[in-house]
Protein backbone atom coordinates (compact mmCIF):
# COMPACT_ATOMS: atom_id res chain seq x y z
CA UNK A 1 0.00 0.00 0.00
CA UNK A 2 3.09 2.20 0.99
CA UNK A 3 4.52 1.57 -3.00
CA UNK A 4 0.94 2.73 -3.98
CA UNK A 5 0.76 5.62 -2.67
CA UNK A 6 4.54 6.89 -3.23
CA UNK A 7 3.94 5.98 -7.14
CA UNK A 8 0.29 8.12 -7.05
CA UNK A 9 2.25 10.82 -5.64
CA UNK A 10 5.36 10.85 -7.48
CA UNK A 11 4.96 9.35 -11.62
CA UNK A 12 8.13 8.81 -11.93
CA UNK A 13 8.85 6.30 -9.05
CA UNK A 14 5.25 4.47 -10.03
CA UNK A 15 7.10 3.94 -13.82
CA UNK A 16 9.90 2.55 -12.22
CA UNK A 17 8.25 0.20 -9.94
CA UNK A 18 6.29 -1.01 -12.87
CA UNK A 19 9.71 -1.48 -14.79
CA UNK A 20 11.21 -3.48 -12.02
CA UNK A 21 7.88 -5.22 -11.32
CA UNK A 22 7.63 -5.96 -15.29
CA UNK A 23 11.61 -7.32 -14.84
CA UNK A 24 11.25 -9.50 -12.18
CA UNK A 25 8.39 -11.55 -13.44
CA UNK A 26 8.26 -15.73 -13.70
CA UNK A 27 8.88 -17.07 -16.87
CA UNK A 28 5.83 -17.97 -18.87
CA UNK A 29 3.64 -16.56 -15.98
CA UNK A 30 0.67 -17.12 -18.47
CA UNK A 31 0.65 -20.92 -18.12
CA UNK A 32 0.34 -21.02 -14.28
CA UNK A 33 -2.81 -19.87 -12.17
CA UNK A 34 -3.08 -16.87 -11.13
CA UNK A 35 -1.85 -16.18 -14.79
CA UNK A 36 -0.70 -12.90 -13.34
CA UNK A 37 3.18 -11.71 -13.83
CA UNK A 38 4.33 -12.22 -10.20
CA UNK A 39 8.23 -13.06 -9.25
CA UNK A 40 8.86 -16.94 -8.56
CA UNK A 41 8.59 -17.30 -4.99
CA UNK A 42 11.64 -18.96 -4.50
CA UNK A 43 13.31 -16.16 -5.81
CA UNK A 44 11.94 -13.74 -3.70
CA UNK A 45 12.51 -15.84 -0.82
CA UNK A 46 16.41 -16.12 -2.34
CA UNK A 47 16.78 -12.45 -2.71
CA UNK A 48 15.04 -11.60 0.85
CA UNK A 49 17.68 -13.93 2.29
CA UNK A 50 20.54 -12.35 0.44
CA UNK A 51 19.81 -8.92 1.15
CA UNK A 52 18.02 -9.14 5.19
CA UNK A 53 19.69 -12.34 6.18
CA UNK A 54 15.58 -13.51 6.42
CA UNK A 55 13.61 -14.97 3.65
CA UNK A 56 10.17 -13.96 5.08
CA UNK A 57 10.78 -10.20 5.61
CA UNK A 58 8.86 -7.55 3.54
CA UNK A 59 11.36 -5.02 2.70
CA UNK A 60 10.97 -1.79 3.69
CA UNK A 61 9.08 0.86 1.18
CA UNK A 62 11.93 2.95 1.04
CA UNK A 63 14.69 0.48 0.17
CA UNK A 64 12.08 -0.85 -2.62
CA UNK A 65 11.53 2.85 -4.10
CA UNK A 66 15.13 3.55 -3.75
CA UNK A 67 16.02 0.01 -5.57
CA UNK A 68 13.72 0.49 -8.29
CA UNK A 69 15.08 4.05 -9.10
CA UNK A 70 18.25 2.65 -8.64
CA UNK A 71 17.58 -0.21 -11.05
CA UNK A 72 15.73 2.25 -14.09
CA UNK A 73 18.48 4.45 -13.76
CA UNK A 74 21.10 2.09 -14.41
CA UNK A 75 19.24 0.32 -16.97
CA UNK A 76 21.30 0.20 -20.34
Known sequence: MALTLRGARRP???AALIR???RLRRRHWWRQFPFL???ASEYVRWRMYT????EDITPPADDVERYARWAV???S
Open 37 to 39: PLP
Open 12 to 14: ATA
Open 20 to 22: VGW
Open 73 to 75: RND
Open 51 to 54: AYGD
